[in-house]
């Protein structure tokens, strides 16, 4: 069974520079979760969707940061512009419904410079 | 308001040695409790969850964790640790009103031959 993919691994721009983080969930499950992981402030929760539909984005920190998940196979995180305080590692999760446990892809380690 | 609480930042045991990771939690209504490990450069993976039942639950890699409702605790274990063990343990709650984790800050593992 492939798990959750992302792409790409590591990421190196400069600032103002547009970002696309891509994620293909594992084949059946509903919920996907964007989240990002920093030394300082630890593993946060983006967004998440059910189903393709955004349910909560209220992690999203700022209007520069956009999600979207055209269908079940596929989900987007933008940022645009890019901020050096932007980097972090971002990683995307999906579960087979609410109680089930999420599984993570390997991140994406990104750098603003 | 719910919340997770991971105390140790760092827990250092000897190889062979029992190890305990603790977790306790604050949440409204029944709780999902999950932990999961993350090695370097990796994403998080599942270890175990515990929902309704014994309260004793067995999980990955020989590890273990005992919610005690009344403590409200659920805390890792394992009888006699391995070098390989060396991680970055995470506990989560999963939210009584919608389908998030909360998550612990996170406990670095440390095993010494």
């Known amino acids: 069974d492939a798990g959750v993919i992302q792409s790409p691994r590591h990421e190196v721009t400069e600032m103002g520079q547009e970002v696309t983080l891509r994620c293909k969930p594992i084949?059946?499950?509903?919920?996907l979760f964007w989240y990002r992981q920093t030394m300082m402030r630890g593993l946060e929760l983006l967004i998440y969707?059910?189903?393709?539909?955004?349910?909560?984005d209220s992690g999203m920190p700022e209007d520069r940061f956009s999600a979207k998940m055209p269908n079940a196979s596929f989900s987007t995180l933008k940022i645009q512009p890019s901020e050096p305080r932007d980097s972090a590692v971002y990683f995307c999760?999906?579960?087979?419904?609410?109680?089930?446990?999420?599984?993570f892809g390997d991140g994406t380690r990104l750098s603003i410079l | 308001a719910q919340s997770v609480a991971q105390p140790e930042d760092q827990v250092n045991v000897a190889e062979g040695n029992p190890l305990t990771v603790k977790c306790t939690y604050s949440?409204?209504?029944?709780?999902?409790l999950f932990w999961y490990v993350q090695y370097p450069n990796r994403g998080l993976q599942f270890l175990l969850k515990?929902?309704?039942?014994d309260n004793l639950v067995k999980g990955s890699y020989g590890f273990e964790a005992e919610f005690n409702k009344s403590q409200t605790s659920f805390h890792l274990k394992k009888p006699s640790a391995l070098v390989s063990d060396s991680a970055l343990y995470f506990c989560?709650?999963?939210?009584?009103?919608?389908?998030?984790?909360?998550w612990g800050a996170g406990t670095k593992l440390i095993i010494k031959p």
């Open positions: 969707f059910n189903n393709n539909v955004p349910i909560d």
């Open positions: 999760a999906s579960s087979y419904s609410s109680g089930q446990p999420q599984h």
């Open positions: 949440v409204s209504g029944n709780p999902y």
């Open positions: 515990y929902i309704t039942g």
């Open positions: 084949s059946g499950h509903d919920y």
């Open positions: 989560a709650v999963r939210k009584d009103s919608n389908y998030q984790l909360i």
